[in-house]
T-cell receptor
Framework: DVKVTQSSRYLVKRTGEKVFLECVQD?????MFWYRQDPGLGLRLIYF???????EKGDIPEGYSVSREKKERFSLILESASTNQTSMYLC??????????FGSGTRLTVV | QQQVKQSPQSLIVQKGGISIINCAYE??????FPWYQQFPGKGPALLIA?????SEKKEGRFTISFNKSAKQFSLHIMDSQPGDSATYFC??????????FGTGTSLTVIP
């Protein structure tokens, strides 16, 4: 089975800090995604990548950037954290036309 | 704009009863419709999926019903158990790349 590992389960950061969320998958999949999950809003796509050094904006990219230097690693960067970025962040990967495999999520609190 | 609309937001069912969650979509180009199950503190996990060339798919106690003309699909959980208590998300995609999610249904099965 594909394993998707997110480096932190819980993070607390201060407003204005630069925050890095890391995601690693072990199955050499091309496609990787970052979502945020908020009550009543479901999962919203932030950024995605179909290959190394490739990135595409999702539905809510403002305030975020990403990096994909290696196929297995997809990093989400909050350039200057704000309280409205307090959320659960989920990384996912998939292969061709199959469903996603998600990581366990990182619950980020910005104070 | 919500690409996939899900209802109800929450659902309480007696043990042994049938849980039904509904989703609707607009984009007729969607060709893959998965359901995800999420337990607290975990990422969503693929539960069951259907493609629009069939009207129903069953896996154990879980069934997807698909109505292409109405652009609706639903998840039925037969003989619901307390262990089924979780949040359920429907989703849709074109060619299995980017997925669009519903807002989620919190299911509680009471003994």
């Amino acid at each position: 089975d594909v394993k998707v590992t997110q480096s932190s389960r819980y993070l607390v950061k201060r407003t204005g800090e630069k925050v890095f969320l890391e995601c690693v998958q072990d199955m050499d999949h091309e496609n990787m995604f970052w979502y945020r999950q908020d009550p009543g809003l479901g999962l919203r796509l932030i950024y995605f990548s179909y290959d190394v050094k490739m990135k595409e904006k999702g539905d809510i990219p403002e305030g975020y950037s990403v990096s994909r230097e290696k196929k297995e690693r997809f990093s989400l960067i909050l350039e200057s954290a704000s309280t409205n970025q307090t959320s659960m962040y989920l990384c996912a990967t998939n292969y061709r036309a199959r469903g996603y495999t998600f990581g366990s999520g990182t619950r980020l609190t910005v104070v | 704009q919500q690409q996939v609309k899900q209802s109800p937001q929450s659902l309480i069912v007696q043990k042994g009863g049938i849980s039904i969650i509904n989703c609707a979509y607009e984009n007729t180009a969607f060709d893959y419709f998965p359901w995800y199950q999420q337990f607290p503190g975990k990422g969503p996990a693929l539960l069951i999926a259907i493609r629009p060339d069939v009207s129903e798919k069953k896996e154990g106690r879980f069934t997807i019903s698909f109505n292409k003309s109405a652009k609706q699909f639903s998840l039925h959980i037969m003989d619901s158990q307390p262990g089924d208590s979780a949040t359920y998300f429907c989703a849709a995609s074109m060619s299995g790349n980017q997925f669009y999610f519903g807002t989620g249904t919190s299911l509680t099965v009471i003994p």
